[in-house]
């Protein structure tokens, strides 16, 4: 029995190679980009500021 090999090497499925975005898409991926970014920076400053108040409170504590 003959076997064929498999052409496929991955990517992104579409099988004709890599498909860059158009200017709509970029832009829209940018933008989400940039929401998940500003809310990372948003724990950040939450966790700092928990930790801040952690730190006056074992102080004051003390």
């Known amino acids: ?3 064929h090999r498999s052409r496929h090497r991955g990517g992104c ?3 004709f190679g890599r498909r ?3 200017a709509e898409e970029l ?3 940018l933008e989400e980009h940039q ?3 500003e809310q990372e920076t948003a ?3 939450d ?3 928990r930790l801040r ?3 006056s409170t074992e102080t004051a504590s003390v």
């Open 1 to 3: 029995m003959h076997r």
């Open 13 to 15: 499925g579409r099988g």
């Open 20 to 22: 860059y975005p158009n």
């Open 27 to 29: 832009l829209q991926a």
């Open 35 to 37: 929401k998940d970014l």
């Open 43 to 45: 724990d950040v400053a």
């Open 47 to 49: 966790l700092i500021r």
């Open 53 to 55: 108040q952690e730190r």
